[in-house]
């Protein structure tokens, strides 16, 4: 069964929350305070955050910030509710990192179809990492680099290239996917997994060093500036920068 963290001190209107998304199926757990919702989060991990910005003793904002601060629940959609109505203030808590954003106040429908569809969402980006994922063991060609999965194997001009387990599996991605512009923190969910410590450089890092394994073709794995890579497709080659 879905959880939902709903982190709202107004009681009344978390009873009302409470009540209407527990029959549409969703079980629910409620902190009145910043501090209990982290708490709560961390003993029930939850499948989405409805947070509240005006809160005691930790406002919503804070909270946002410690839960996208931690690899545990960075990748949690969260959802604030608030009486802010701002401009200013709805584009902070997105560049914080809330999903979505309802000024109250609302109405309970409004709120029923955003959660449905963020996670609808967040299923959707599952189901197309864990594809990524999945083994795919036909070789791949591109240009004089050749990488073969099941060998565990790739070469350039007929030389092995010696290549870390995180670099071959992010080569490999790269290069079922030319064209694809895949952000950094896919790709560390893809590729790293849960081994990756939230706000390091890992992606770049490893960029740099496939770059430079792979020579003059290292060009071809392009900077999407604001986004983080792609690879450019072999017709495209020569005509974009990294």
């Known amino acids: 069964m879905t959880t939902i963290l709903l982190v709202e001190d107004a009681l009344d209107l978390a009873q009302v929350i409470v009540r209407d998304l527990e029959s549409e ?8 305070d910043g501090v209990a919702a982290l708490d709560l989060f961390a003993a029930h991990s939850p499948d989405l955050v409805i947070l509240d910005w005006m809160l005691p003793r930790l406002n919503g904002l804070e909270v946002l910030r410690r839960l996208r601060q931690s690899p545990a629940s960075s990748a949690t959609p ?13 584009v902070l808590g997105l560049e914080v990192g809330a999903d979505d954003y309802v000024t109250k ?14 996670l609808r969402r967040i299923e959707h980006i599952q189901a197309t990492v864990s594809a990524d994922r999945q083994g795919h063991t036909a070789p791949i060609r591109h240009g004089p680099l050749q ?33 694809r512009a895949f952000s950094r ?56 920068q990294p």
């Open 105 to 118: 106040p609302f109405s309970m429908r409004e709120l029923i179809a955003r959660v449905h569809a963020l």
């Open 78 to 90: 969260v959802l604030m509710l608030t009486a802010r109505s701002e401009e200013a203030d709805r």
């Open 147 to 179: 990488l073969d999965p099941s060998a565990y194997r790739a070469t350039l001009d007929g030389e092995l290239l010696d290549l870390t387990r995180t670099e071959f599996e992010l080569l490999h991605l790269l290069l079922r996917n030319p064209g």
């Open 185 to 240: 923190s896919y790709l560390l969910d893809t590729v790293w997994g849960e081994n990756y410590v939230a706000g390091d450089r890992s992606v770049d890092n490893a960029i740099l060093r496939l770059r430079k394994k792979l020579g003059p073709l290292g060009d071809a794995i392009e900077t999407v500036w604001g986004v983080g890579y792609r690879l450019v497709p072999e017709k495209e080659s020569g005509q974009n």
């Open 25 to 32: 199926g969703y079980r629910l757990v409620h902190a009145v």
